[in-house]
């Protein structure tokens, strides 16, 4: 290896460490208020529920073809607590409370994903500029 391969290397990974950088920064520091926050939870694609995340606790079975799992929203946040997967990895995934978190079991086909409704979708390509004739 040559040290312009290095250096060209050095250039692309440091490029894509600024960029996820930047997109980590923006990411964590969205704004809501405690309970605002929803989590929605889709099988094989299809969205099955979408639930509120309070402080009160609620138990949230789903027992599809693919699987049994069980969630628990409490806190603000959400986890599993329960997956029939012969390899439970959705249970280290952990409490998740902030948005563009996520818990997927891929045998389950089961993904939650908590968003902010108070966020439209687009904000991030919203309007930079109109042009007028």
Request: with cysteine; net charge negative.
């Given at each position: 290896m040559?040290?312009g391969?290095?250096i060209?290397i ?26 605002e ?34 969630l ?9 607590t ?26 389950a086909?089961?993904?939650v ?7 439209s979708?687009?904000d ?10």
């Amino acid at each position: 290896m040559k040290r312009g391969d290095m250096i060209l290397i050095l250039v692309v990974l440091l490029a894509a460490g600024t960029l996820y950088g930047i997109k980590a920064y923006k990411d964590h520091n969205e704004h809501y208020a405690q309970g605002e926050l929803k989590a929605v939870i889709t099988v094989d694609g299809k969205e099955y529920k979408t639930v509120s995340l309070t402080k009160e606790e609620q138990m949230i079975d789903i027992q599809t073809k693919f699987g049994h799992n069980i969630l628990k929203v409490y806190d603000y946040g959400i986890r599993m607590t329960y997956s029939d997967a012969p390899l439970p990895i959705a249970l280290d995934m952990g409490f998740i409370s902030r948005p563009k978190q996520q818990i997927l079991c891929i045998p389950a086909r089961l993904m939650v994903e908590v968003f902010n409704p108070q966020r439209s979708i687009n904000d991030d390509n919203e309007l930079d500029a109109v042009i007028q004739p």
